[in-house]
């Protein structure tokens, strides 16, 4: 369902050809809060259906999304500019999340007894979540089916309803998503779509009957819905941009890692989050991981594998980046003449400053930059040696040592002898630390985050002689409990 509309319009357009794909409202405050009081209304019908109700509906909207697969990729590649080709890649995850949460919702927040304790032998002890009514979802532009899916469905699986306030570039596709959603739950404002441009969003971030924002976009951004939240103390989950490193250590399947890094850095024209940004190399495989690593990047043409830079403000901190890498470092693939607006050519550089921006700052374009490092331990500690820990890759046939630097990679998300392959597993929670954010989406702890715990003890019986809470407590009652403490808790271990 999208909301009532406004005066004001704007138009979505094809980034490669710049002609407009839809005309949609820029929706007021009004008109957000509008939206939020319908959706506060539809949330409290949607939490009593309970979790069986509202399982057969979601997977009913799976299966709308499945049958509509086709046009919808369609939308998603005029917006963007993407290959439709990876535009169904992600709307097919967005479809197995939200199978996964329909399925899991009750089994994560349902009802369970926990154990209350030798002291609370007498009490029932009871945790269950409880749904927070109206969730509002402000989602990217790069992918705009799967990230906000991630927050839209399992904010719906907790029980809440949804006002969804999409990117201005891909304003169609969250339009079409409620419509979808419709389709499986009818005549009942659950799921919502506002659109509109900044402005918008800040309605939505600062609207007081919305009691969380998940937003996903760059750490700037993030900061300033933040603030808007701030005023009716609104919780955010924040999943911001990143600066993530591939590891490849000296027993690495080589051409297994070169390929993962081109195609981590440069599919989707190197717009995402988790995308490949920064490769260290152990020396001792170095050279052989740089032919391999040329031979793959060289093959990959714009317009042809990857589209257009969908937000054209960002070519300018591209042609910056590429410029001082350049400058500092050595091209081995493509160089300062590679963005041809609105597309981008691959770029791969060496021997880049540390201190260099093109290795500080998120760049969101096709291009990588390789340092040559003496060993995975110095690797690690470059590849942590960042502001943001969203994502990160580790590529070594030693399954331990393999797990153990992910484990010490400073990041949400690690993947091994893959690329990105932890977002397509709907049971592991994604988000980051640092300037990447906070909270996580999808898995039980993505349900959890749109939920509150509710915590229930209730006394079965009195417990003779230890009525701890009450003024007729006496001294007896005391000495009692104080050598049942002992007991329990007072010997050493060592």
Not at 220 to 240: F, Q, S, W
Not at 292 to 311: D, K, N, Q
Not at 468 to 477: C, K, M, P
Request: with cysteine; hydrophobic share 45%; charged share 20%.
């Amino acid at each position: 369902m999208t909301a009532t509309t406004g005066d004001r319009t704007f138009d979505s357009l094809d980034p490669a050809t710049g002609e407009p794909v839809g005309t949609h409202p820029v929706h007021s405050a009004d008109d957000v809060r509008a939206a939020v009081e319908r959706a506060t209304e539809a949330a409290e019908w949607w939490s009593a259906l309970g979790y069986a109700a509202r399982k057969r509906r979601l997977l009913d909207f799976k299966a709308v999304l499945t049958q509509n697969l086709d046009r919808l990729a369609t939308l998603v590649t005029a917006e963007t500019g993407k290959p439709k080709g990876d535009a169904v890649l992600e709307i097919v995850l967005a479809i197995t999340h939200t199978d996964w949460a329909a399925r899991h919702a009750a089994r994560v927040l349902g009802p369970h007894r926990v154990f209350p304790g030798l002291l609370g032998v007498n009490l029932a002890a009871t945790l269950e979540y409880r749904s927070l009514g109206v969730v509002g979802v402000i989602g990217p532009w790069n992918y705009p089916v799967f990230t906000p899916v991630g927050s839209i469905v399992y904010a719906l699986a907790a029980g809440n309803a949804v006002v969804f306030k999409p990117s201005e570039f891909t304003p169609g596709v969250g339009v079409l998503l409620a419509e979808l959603f419709a389709e499986a739950v009818p005549g009942r404002p659950v799921f919502q779509t506002v659109t509109g441009l900044g402005e918008t969003g800040a309605a939505l971030a600062g609207d007081p009957g919305v009691r969380k924002i998940a937003f996903t976009g760059s750490t700037a951004t993030a900061k300033r819905v933040m603030a808007a939240c701030a005023a009716n103390l609104t919780p955010i989950v924040a999943e911001c941009g990143g600066k993530d490193a591939l590891i490849v250590d000296a027993d690495a399947d080589l051409r297994a890692a070169a390929d993962a890094a081109v195609w981590g850095a440069m599919s989707n024209a190197g717009q995402t989050c988790v995308g490949v940004e920064r490769v260290y190399v152990v020396d001792a495989v170095y050279d052989d991981f740089m032919r391999e690593l040329t031979r793959v990047a060289s093959g990959v043409r714009a317009g042809e594998h990857y589209g257009p830079i969908t937000m054209p403000a960002q070519i300018d901190v591209i042609q910056r980046h590429i410029g001082e890498a350049v400058a500092s470092g050595r091209p081995v693939v493509g160089g300062a003449d590679a963005v041809r607006a609105p597309y981008v050519d691959p770029v791969v550089v060496t021997d880049v400053p540390a201190d260099n921006p093109a290795m500080r700052e998120e760049t969101f374009g096709p291009t990588i930059t390789v340092s040559r490092v003496a060993d995975a331990e110095e690797a690690l500690t470059q590849a942590n040696a960042s502001v943001y820990g969203l994502g990160g890759t580790v590529f070594s046939r030693g399954t331990r040592r393999a797990m153990d630097l992910a484990r010490r990679m400073r990041s949400g998300m690690t993947a091994v002898n893959s690329v990105i392959s932890f977002a397509a597993v709907p049971a592991l929670p994604f988000g980051g630390v640092g300037a990447s954010g906070f909270g996580r989406i999808h898995g039980a702890d993505g349900l959890r985050e749109f939920a509150r715990p509710k915590a229930i003890s209730r006394q079965r019986f009195p417990l003779p002689g230890m009525n701890l809470t009450s003024f007729g407590r006496g001294q007896a009652e005391l000495d009692r409990l104080v050598r049942l403490v002992t007991i329990l808790h007072g010997r050493r271990k060592h």
